[in-house]
């Protein structure tokens, strides 16, 4: 293979094949390549190897040696891979806190853990980051109760307020040391921001707001599947070769399991060593953005949702009465949303929060795929739409066709009357 004294691989000339046509030249970056004789000459010595030259050529004149294939050194890697990913076992998930609180989608992810783990005969773990011991050792206890057989914990006065470097660090230790077969992370903005700094330093594959999570019954392998090119096709993914396999799931995705006061665990508690002086980044003070207004739907009972058929912002009104009636929250499709009817937080489906309510009430929303995949997972859908055809009525509990401007009122009405301020759920066991 030839090289120059710098161990560069070099291209080749036929000289026979040059036409003088000179377009080479130009497009050679260390202008290795100059005409003599009306040929094209190489300079050896300033050859880089990168094959502009070689695309350029109308003949095929310069050709370019390929390195030496490596496939040899693949085999003996991969079975390194595999003799060591033998070493992983049990499912972990990250349990989410911030002051003070655990975000539910962590209990979710436990149950869907623990659904898991009885295909692969495995222990199911939580772990959790943060300052104080006491107050996560509540935590830890109340993973257990919501199924966790064991809770890995660490404390350090650089993790008492979430920042990437020092939470990414924490858990990548604890992951090195433990080495779990599969982590799983809630795809809120803490756990997405989390969850791609901890992947990267373990060089591990991740697949991101996952909607299904299943173990392939030949292999083992979690299988991963998330909505892709917006929503319109679902892709499922595993990872092969590399350990642990993590993903992130959205909240709501998973139903909540069932707490059990009196199931109990081991906790297994971990010193870090993440000195504060070597964080870059300082917490000075949380300010709340005023702009952005809670729309409450997160773990609202009811939902009130409008689309489109609504017409215009002020029809949002008539969603607004009936919700307050059911002590519910109102919601919105993408299409609302861009008309700048409401706000970006009251937008449900793919590219807005992903809900699990009781009763979800859709006025004038066709139904597109994308606003499906955050609310068809309702325990009861009802779906108002002048469109009988509209696909929102596909996966409907009850399906009414009408002008939902003109219906709702209606609706609120008979609601109030019924209800007189109390709660649609109150006294009903879910």
Avoid at 45 to 70: D, F, H, L, M, R
Avoid at 140 to 152: C, H, I, K, L, T
Avoid at 198 to 218: M, S
Avoid at 276 to 284: F, G, N, Q, S
Wanted: net charge neutral; proline share 4%.
């Amino acid at each position: 293979m030839a090289k120059n004294s710098k161990g560069k691989i070099i291209v080749e000339i036929i000289k026979n094949k040059c036409i003088g046509c000179s377009n080479c030249i130009p497009v050679c970056p260390p202008d290795a390549l100059f005409m003599k004789d009306g040929i094209a000459e190489l300079d050896i010595e300033k050859c880089i190897g990168c094959g502009k030259c070689v695309k350029v050529c109308p003949t095929n004149a310069i050709i370019i040696e390929k390195a030496i294939k490596k496939e040899p050194q693949i085999e003996p890697l991969v079975s390194a891979q595999k003799s060591s990913i033998a070493a992983y076992k049990g499912i972990w998930v990250f349990i989410e806190q911030e002051h003070n609180a655990p975000h539910p989608v962590s209990w979710e992810l436990i149950g869907e853990a623990r659904r898991l783990a009885l295909k692969l005969s495995a222990a199911v773990s939580a772990v959790i980051l943060g300052g104080k011991k006491e107050e996560l050792e509540v935590f830890a206890r109340e993973a257990m109760q919501f199924g966790a057989d064991s809770v890995y914990m660490a404390s350090s006065e650089s993790l008492l307020e979430y920042r990437t470097k020092p939470y990414a660090e924490g858990l990548v230790q604890i992951v090195n040391k433990y080495k779990p077969e599969i982590l799983l992370i809630g795809a809120t903005t803490l756990g997405r921001d989390l969850a791609g700094a901890v992947a990267t330093r373990l060089k591990a594959g991740l697949t991101a707001d996952c909607t299904g999570l299943e173990i392939n019954t030949e292999n083992l392998f979690l299988e991963m599947t998330r909505p892709t090119f917006g929503g319109n096709v679902m892709a499922t993914i595993f990872c092969e070769n590399v350990r642990p396999q993590m993903a992130t799931v959205r909240p709501h995705v998973m139903p909540m399991p069932k707490k059990d006061a009196a199931r109990v665990g081991k906790i297994i508690f971990d010193d870090l060593k993440l000195p504060e002086a070597e964080i870059d980044t300082k917490v000075i003070e949380f300010i709340v953005d005023a702009v952005c207004s809670d729309s409450g739907l997160h773990y609202a009972d009811v939902i009130v949702s409008g689309g489109r058929g609504m017409g215009k912002a002020e029809n949002f009104s008539v969603l607004r009465e009936l919700a307050f009636v059911l002590c519910g929250a109102v919601g919105a499709s993408r299409a609302a949303v861009d008309a700048g009817w409401v706000d970006h937080s009251y937008q449900i489906g793919q590219t807005g929060v992903t809900v699990r309510p009781r009763l979800y009430i859709a006025c004038g929303i066709s139904g597109s795929i994308q606003h499906r995949m955050g609310m068809q997972c309702s325990d009861c859908i009802v779906a108002i739409n002048t469109d009988k055809n509209a696909p929102i009525f596909d996966i409907a509990t009850y399906g009414i066709v009408a002008d939902a401007i003109k219906f709702v009122p209606v609706l609120t009405k008979i609601f109030r009357e019924k209800l007189a301020g109390k709660n649609v759920f109150a006294g009903v066991e879910k």
